[in-house]
């Protein structure tokens, strides 16, 4: 199995510019979540999904987009890319929270300058 | 949104040394509570998943203990090697988000 699979793991955007972080897993996990990694500040959860069809919004949602529609794939989406982005973003997946491990992607290094 | 702290921010210690560290959380609608390891330039691994007050879980020289209704968990590592170095997360489960803590950063010295 290839777990939780991101790409890709560097991109340096310009400010303004938009793209799409990939995040794919092929063990049937129902919840799926997207976290920024900043030096001090540990995971940040951006958003969030228990299944295909249903996002809500974590911690840090600003400036990001998410959707679901599949079981497998929940990309996150930079509508206009901004300095305060630059970071390394985690994706992840679960069967099921409440008592099972998250598994997590390999990351990818954003910079936005 | 949940508040999870863990102390202390790093730690330094001698190889041999036993350690612990500490994560508290809201002991409200509490669901569950996550440890993980995180070595440099790798990726979050789980070490335990923890539900019910009193829980205590081991993995090798690895133990965690879980006291929901006060709101703390404690990670403990029995003769710690140079290999333990790492960053260990602590996580809350609550309302379909997993929030965690800005970590605890061993090193460990031959």
Known sequence: NAGVTQTPKFQVLKTGQSMTLQCAQDMNHEYMSWYRQDPGMGLRLIHYSVGAGITDQGEVPNGYNVSRSTTEDFPLRLL????????VY??????????????FGQGTRLTVV | ILNVEQSPQSLHVQEGDSTNFTCSFPSSNFYALHWYRWETAKSPEALFVMTLNGDEKKKGRISATLNTKEGYSYLYIKGSQPEDSATYLCASYNTDKLIFGTGTRLQVFP
């Open chain 1, 90 to 103: 985690f994706c992840a997946s679960s069967f099921s929270l409440r008592y099972t491990e998250a598994f």
């Open chain 1, 80 to 87: 206009s890319a901004a300095p305060s982005q630059t970071s």
